[in-house]
Every structure is written in structure tokens, then in C-alpha cells.
């Protein structure tokens, strides 16, 4: 079945100890991204760690291979469980990230992290792309970055919902794919623009559901967690 990766999205002490203490105990994962990390430093990945929660880096990271295979080797020290490059940087720069992790790891004695790679972020439409260059709509500019960051030795790709099927399709049903944007039916789309249910997410073939706002933001995100949960449960049946 697919997780549930929480968006830890936030900058103050005590919203994050209040959704850590809230979540605790639930099944999914933590996801720590630049507003996060810019604030608590990658020590937050071995909190949430030591907290019993499996970590996603949000990293993004996008440089020359040199640098991000020694970027990625840093962030394979927290122990996050998963973290993610852009697969815009090429094939090389994907290959130096999977190889380097997996290399700290084996040094270390722990299981490699998963390294995914960022096609099309979820807040450009195809009007945005057109105006960067980039030919195609989203759905086909994320079908060719994938295919990047396959041929990279990526284990998979942050992609849209409108794009995970023809992903999982062409790059083939172990090919990861995490969803950003998820969104309650009749919730706030805010500032992403290809947006789906959890329902949704789980029909096209998602593998792991990114969820903020709904929950972080939420008088009771324990609650909101579980409605998530049993709707995203509710379509793996079928």
C-alpha cells in the first residue's frame, strides 16, 4: 500500500514538537524540507529518527555531480530513509547521487537511502513551462525527466498525479513515484496547481502521498492523519 509522508513544512519549535507528539505512533513518514531544515539544521532528520519516524530529505538538490555526490553522502549520514535531487541536472548528476549514497552506506553499516528525482514541480502549469523553455506539457516534460533520472539509477520520481500512471507505465511498476499536492476533496488547492485527492493518488498508482497543510495546519492533525489514512486505504481495496 502506498505511505503517507507528513510535510513538516514549518519554522517554530513548538508547531513542530505539537505535530511530532500529535503523530506519534501513526504510519507515516516525515518530510523535511528547506524551511525546516534552513531553520533546525539536518539534525531534525536524526530527531524525527530517533522519534521512530522514517525520514524523506527534501533536498532538491541540483549542482555539478562533485558536489551534490558530496552532498548526498552527508545527507546519507542522518539516516534519512529516502531524499531526493533534481532530474534536470542530468543523468551524470543523478548517477552521482544513487552511487555516493550508496557508497556512505555501505561504509556506515545502514540500509542506502531511496534517491528520487524532481520532474515537474507541482505549482507550474504548462504556461509556466512554456515561458522557462521547456517544450511539452507538463505531463510530457515529466515523462522525459523521469526517464533521466531512470537512466541515472534513480529508484524513482516526485511527479504529479496527472503524470504517475504514463510514469509507472514507461519506466515500470517498481519505478517509485511520490505525489505531492494532495489535497482533500473541496480543500484549497493554495499554490499548487496539479492537485489530487488521496483516493486519487492511490487509483493512479502513487507510491507515496505527500500531505501539508491539511494536516500540519490542522486543529488535530491526528485526526486529519487518519482520514487520510482510511481514505487512501479505502481505494487500495478497490
Known amino acids: 500500500m502506498a505511505k503517507l509522508v507528513i510535510a513538516l513544512d514549518v519554522r517554530e519549535e ?3 514538537e505539537f505535530l511530532v507528539q500529535s503523530l506519534r505512533g501513526k504510519p507515516v513518514w516525515m518530510k523535511v524540507g528547506l524551511e525546516a531544515l534552513s531553520t533546525f539544521g539536518l539534525g531534525l532528520a536524526e530527531r524525527l529518527i530517533s522519534e521512530g519516524y522514517r525520514v524523506f530529505a527534501d533536498v532538491k538538490y541540483h549542482d555539478i555531480p562533485n558536489t551534490v555526490g558530496a552532498a548526498s553522502r552527508v545527507i546519507t549520514r542522518t ?3 529516502m531524499f531526493n535531487v533534481h532530474c534536470s541536472g542530468g543523468r551524470a548528476m543523478c548517477e552521482a547521487a544513487r552511487t555516493s549514497s550508496e557508497e556512505e552506506a555501505e561504509v556506515l553499516g545502514i540500509p542506502r537511502p ?4 524532481v520532474t515537474v514541480l507541482t505549482s507550474l502549469s504548462g504556461e509556466d513551462l512554456e515561458k522557462m523553455g521547456i517544450s511539452g506539457s507538463p505531463a510530457e516534460a515529466a515523462l522525459r ?3 533521466v533520472g531512470q537512466e541515472g539509477g534513480l529508484d524513482g520520481v516526485v511527479a ?3 503524470e504517475a500512471a504514463a510514469i509507472k507505465e514507461a519506466c515500470g511498476p517498481d519505478f517509485k513515484v511520490l505525489t505531492p499536492g494532495i489535497r482533500l ?5 493554495q499554490d499548487q496547481k496539479r492537485v489530487a485527492t488521496p483516493a486519487g493518488a492511490v ?3 502513487s507510491d507515496f502521498l505527500v500531505v501539508g497543510r491539511p494536516v500540519t495546519q490542522s486543529t488535530d492533525p491526528g485526526a486529519a492523519c487518519e482520514e487520510i489514512l482510511a481514505q487512501m486505504e479505502g481505494a487500495a481495496r478497490g
Open 14 to 16: 513548538q508547531h513542530l
Open 79 to 81: 539516516g534519512a530513509s
Open 114 to 117: 531511496l534517491v528520487l528525482g
Open 145 to 147: 525527466l523521469a526517464k
Open 160 to 162: 504529479s498525479v496527472h
Open 185 to 189: 476533496a473541496g480543500g484549497d488547492a
Open 203 to 205: 487509483a493512479a498508482g
